[in-house]
Structure formats: structure tokens, C-alpha cells
């Protein structure tokens, strides 16, 4: 079976909340949604307190070309414009909403009827990819980069395949397989959709193996769309990086940045993402929600919920049974990585796919020993790097050795940390490192 | 007997030849070194710190002794040497030594544990550089110290640690040298530089917050609000200015009289070393309870009490 060539661990899967329906959540009283859902130049608010707005309400612009809209996934007034504590730890500017009913704007064609690519013929490429763009749909997977920009691609690079991303490599996580098993079929018109905005005639769907039931029902169905295929993939980590998959499945490597994807001839997108251009360019409908995993050894029901976005993280954690006594850490995200969140009133993002709840005794990570020179990081690197080598440069601030041995290659997969016998903590200061080298190659470009 | 004296002849004339090379080499490749670097590098304290600016001592020796050449020595100074090092350099380059004002580091913030609780635990890899980068850290505030010592790692001189108790930095004045390796290494910009004063004292907002008052005073007890009452008791020497919701005072403009200290709200601006004050009886009304400054109440911006041990990083199960 196939899977990338370097590298890998293979964590506990936990996938405790596989086979559990998905569930609507309930509105929650006050949306927040911060105006940094994605990656690029955040998006600028265009209402102000006192407004009313309606699902599906545009919030906030894009602040640039990598950057994508905001809309309001609720009903209600604008109570303020003021700067939230995010996801990523941060305080920024955001929107809030006081709720009050749910009203939705006219446009969104709420009804469950499956429109199929043949239905609508006046679509071509640019009308897709600009329904894309208004619709404010960016990468599902976790990595929020706006889905538009990836379908254009830069002068001189031609697409060849369309890839998606249903690996879900991450442990506990199940929101992509849930999605699989019930909107299957939406997902391929969605595929179908990425593929003409790209123009390409090859569309593979990645899926690992530890996900039968949704191997078996998207090879069933994708017999109506002779140019999809259906791949399995053997379970490893970190098979849903975008680059690891690419290798799984047209065996191609991307080579170092700024080499992206498209330069082998590949646009992944994630299978969520596959959802949401359907309900985007089909239904008409904005992203204004997403399903998200609430999982977790001591949660009462481990659920996928589809919720709004801009619910605070708290009221999904009272959806699925409350938060447990042996509470040690709450992550956004998987575990391997996401990242620990400081208050649950961080409300979820478009780039939600879970919240991870591990009690005490798994949260606390061991007492780091010195390294043993074991290189077993370096067997695990998913990118051929040496993460022990990265981590001590790092530590030591020698930005230029680091910039030499390649770290803005990496992906912060976090298998080295994981394989590490000793407990070092090797991401944390390689993603310092990644961080600051990036910062002065931005700076050296800019002074070009 | 005849080998023996063959091997000391082949030797001897071996050894004679490579002396001679040697000889003619060292003539012929010399590099003149200016004699007064070793001079100056002689009176460095051989720290090799780097608060000048030049790596190492012999380094900053060189730049004086090139500095020499233009005649002045203005922009050097041995920040762990202080002026007495300097003047004995001017003296063997024949030159003034300018009179530099000896500094030493603040840390500036007072957010203690008490004031300024931790809600959360980070259980990442023991930096500050690492936890500044992954976000807020463990308390509420996202500009206060964050108490994992970076700063106590460069200090070459022992004269910053962290306190345990208060998770704060602390500078030992008669160590520190004003070299300045902590205020370079702080990832949030706390640790400022200020001249030493008459008598070693000073007035300083120890403070680093830039939120909104409102935020600020949810964050932290002892945060500065930007209230400007410190500016308005400081309006004749104007030595106190607001920037982005923090008050900051010019060490050169300050007169060290105190007033911001009274005025100031929050507790956030402190006087070093100065002599207790005498009792004010005799104006009662300062001692009336200064009115709290109206804020607006912003409601929901914090969760004012995060869950109990969620740590920051990534982590494996």
C-alpha cells in the first residue's frame, strides 16, 4: 500500500469519536470572529458596533490577495469591534455578535438538494475560483491558507492533478471521516469543482486505511466520476502534510521552498475544503461553519459537531458531556500539532478541525534528559532534516547555520519530539528557529 | 660512533636550515600591530561581554586605538569598566575621555505572582524566547516578564536572576555593569538601560503594557493604564511622555521628584533609592483617597479564570 518514502512515526490513533454522527451545535449567545481566521493579511472589519447582520452578513474584507473575507455564521447586532484572545494565543481584532435569532441572508440556498456539476453549465474556471474567493473559503485541514490563491497558479507552473486531502494522519481527530460518510457525495462535486477551477483532468482522493468504511463508500460513489480515484493509503504520520501526500500518491517530491506544491504539477486540497466550495459555488452559502472533533479519554461523549464559527470553544465542550475533572490540557487542534489553549472563551476559527481534551496524567510532558545521539529524530523527520541538530542551533541563536540546514523546510510535523527517547524538546525551539530565519529572509527580500 | 655523529650532523644542519627560514619568514611576513592595542586591551577587564558593540575586549581595544586616529573616543565605552577604564584608555591614546554616564538595567515589570496570576503552566522547552513566541505565556498579561530567565543566562556578572517567588527578573545594581546582553536577549522588550542617577536614584514605570486601560487592569494589578496623570504632574519638566497606553520617563528630563510616583494610580511608576518620606500630616489633603480612574468596563474580553493546569506547546500523548 502506498505512503511517503522519509520518515514517519505512528502515534495511538484514539480515534474515539469515529462513527459518531455529526451533530448540529446549538447557537451560542455572543460569536466572536477574529478578523485572523487565515493565513496572509488579515481581513478588515467593515462593520461597526450597532449594526445588524444576518448569517451570512460579510464582516470583514480581505486585507489583500492572500487574505480572504469574514461573514457573520450568526444573526444579531455588532456589539463591538475590539481586539480577542485567539487560538493562536494572541490578542487581535475581532467582531463580536450578540445573537438573536437566525436569520439568513436570501442568497444562501439553504435546501439539502444535491446540485451536480452538469446542472450548471454556465460555470467556468473564473467564476468558480471568484466564488471561491468571495466565499471566504480557506485550507480546512488546519493550515487556513485562502483555497483561491492555490487555485491560480503562478505564471509558468501548470496544474497537472487535483489531490485531496482525507488522510487525517492526526490521532483523535474524525471530522474529515464523519464529513466523508455523510456528505460523500457533495464532496465530489466539490472535487469536480476544484478540478475544472484548475483545469485539470486527474482528481486522486488520499484516504488511510484505518478509515474502511470511508474508502468503501467513496469508491462506490466515485464510479460516477471516471476521472477520480479513490487511493488508500498505509497509516503513517504526517501523511496529511501536503508534501508527504504528494509523494504517497504521484510519487513526486516537492523540492525545498520556495518550490511549492504546483511545481510538480500538484493542487492539493483538503476534503473539507472540497465541502465547503460546494456549498460555496453551489449553495451559494459563505463559510460560516465547519465540523470540529470534541474528543478526549475523559469526555462523556467524543462528538463531531458541526458548529458555527465564532462559538466559543466552552459551549462545544458543554455539547459533548462538559469539561472533565482531570482536565490537564485543552488543544486546539490534534495532538500532535495543535496547541494548548489559555481560556475557553477562544472562540473556533475556519481553522478548527478539533478540540483535544487530555486529562492530567497524558498532558504533562516528561522532564527532558540530555540528547543520546540516538538519531531516531532523524530517522522520523518527514522532511530529511536533523531535527536534534535544528533544535541546538536554535537554542544558540545561530540563525545562519540554521537558514544552512534547511529549517524553513520544515513542516513542525512534531515527530521528532515525539520519537525523542529523551523528551527533548525539539519542536519548540526548531519552530523558534523556523520563525526568526524566516523573518530575516522576509527582511533581506524586502531590502531587495 | 660514526652513526651518532651522522645523525647529529644531519639534524644540526636540518635544524640550522628551518631556523633560518623561520627567521627570514617572520621577517619578511610581519604584521605590525599597533603596540597600544595590547595597552588599552591590558586595562579591559577581559569580560569579553560584548555590551560595546565588538567582540571581545582585544576587539573593542582595536576600535579605540582606530577611533584614536580620527581624535575622539565619543562613541566607545566599556559599559563593565565604566569611566575609570575609559580615562586610563584616553590617557594612553593622549586623548579626553567624554564623560559617559554610567547605566544599569531595569527590569521593567512588577507583575508578581500574586498580582498578576499564572493561570495556566507552560511545560515547553525552558525559554523565554520560546514562550513569547507561542503566544500570551502563563499569565494574562502578553508584555510582562516571563520569569524563564534568558536574561539570568547571558548576564556574564551574575547580576540578574529570577526570583521564584515572584517569577520576575531582578537586578542586583552593584553587579551589573550596564553591558546591556539582557536588555538584547529579552524576547518582549522589558529590560531597559537607564543611566545610573546622583546618588544611584531613579524613577522608573515598571510597566511594559501597551493594552487599553481596560485590559490592562484585568491583567495585571500593577499595569500602567495610560491614564497620563503622571504626564499632567510632570507638565513643567515634561520629562514624562505616553505612548501607546504606557507612560514612559526620560532619565535626562527627570528631576527625581517623585510626584508621578504619588500621582500614579496604579503603583506601576517606582522610585529607587531614594530615603523614606517624611510623614505628610501637615497637608491633609493628600491624603485623601485618590478617586479610581472611570474605566469603561469591557465585559468578555478575558476569561478571568482559565481552566486550572493547560499548557502551551504542542504536545505527544
Redesign the interface.
Known sequence: MKTFRIGGVHPAENKLSAGSPIREAALPKQAVFSMFQHIGAPAKPVVKKGDVVKVGTLLGEAGGFVSAPIYSSVSGKVSKVDVALDASDTRRMAVYVDVEGDEWEESIDRSDALVRLEDRPDLDAKTIVEKIKQAGIVGMGGATFPCHVKLCPPPGEKAECVIINAVECEPYLTADHSLMLEKADEILVGVALIMKAVGVERGYIGIENNKPDAIALMQEKVKAYPRIEVVPLKVQYPQGGEKQLIDAVIARQVPAPPAIPISVGAVVQNVGTAFAIYEAVMKNKPLISRIITVTGKSVKNPSNLLARLGTPFSQLIEECGGLPADTGKIIGGGPMMGKALISLDIPMTKGSSGLLIMNEKEARRAEPEPCIRCAKCVGACPMGLEPYLLAKISSQNMWDEAEKECIVSCIECGSCAFICPSHRPLLDNIRLGKSTVMGIIRERVAKK | MNVILIAVIVLGVVGLVSALVLFLASKKFAVWEDPRIKQVSDFLPQANCGGCGYPGCSGFASACVKAAEGGSLSDLNCAPGGQAVMEQIAGILGLQASAAAPKVAVVRCQGTCDVRPH??EF???H?C??QN????GET?C?YGCLGEGDCASVCLFGAITVNPATRIAEVDESKCTGCGACAKTCPRGIIELIPQGPKNRKVVVLCNNK?KGA?ATKECKVSCIGCGKCVKVCEKFEAITLGTNLAHIDPDKCKMCRKCEEACPRGAIKAFNFPPRKPKAEVPAAEAPKPTPKLEV?K????SE????????????
Not at chain 2, 468578555?300 to 476569561?303: D, F, G, L, R
Open positions: 493561570g495556566v511545560d515547553g522547552a525559554s524566547k520560546v513566541m507561542t503566544g500570551m494574562l502578553q493594552d485590559l469591557v468578555e474580553t478575558v476569561q482559565a481552566p486550572p493546569t493547560n499548557k502551551v506547546e504542542t504536545t505527544k500523548e
